[in-house]
């Protein structure tokens, strides 16, 4: 079983910037790909963006050139960097990774508001 904790969430007026982080636990970090999620009342647990073991990115379109994905395998931890913040951004984000066996991992969540 592997434990995602996320951070860096908050209150932030339009146009600004997070850091969104998500600590892992156990070794096989490295192996897996990363991936974030958000959800905003009353929609869907969307897609945000993912991120390979080989550190092959993947972002939604909403986000694209706005958003970063990394990851620091040495940290077991995976970032957001999420920039020209919109309102529409406004969610709770969730980290997420599969393991065979033990299947889809999330995090808690972390709420993003952004106000316009």
């Known amino acids: 079983q592997v434990q995602l904790v996320e951070s860096g969430g908050g209150l932030v007026q339009a146009g600004g910037s997070l850091r969104l982080s998500c600590a892992a636990s156990g070794s096989i970090f490295s192996f897996n790909t990363m991936a974030w999620y958000r959800q905003a009342p009353g929609k869907r647990r969307e897609l945000v963006a993912s991120i390979s073991s080989g550190s092959s990115t993947y972002y939604t379109f909403s986000v694209k050139g706005r958003f970063t994905i990394s990851r620091d395998n040495a940290k077991s931890t995976v970032y957001l960097q999420m920039n020209s913040l919109k309102p529409e951004d406004t969610a709770v984000y969730y980290c997420?990774?599969?393991?065979?066996?033990?299947?889809?991992?999330w995090g808690q969540g972390t709420q993003v508001s952004v106000s316009s």
């Open positions: 997420h990774t599969y393991l065979a066996g033990a299947g889809d991992c």
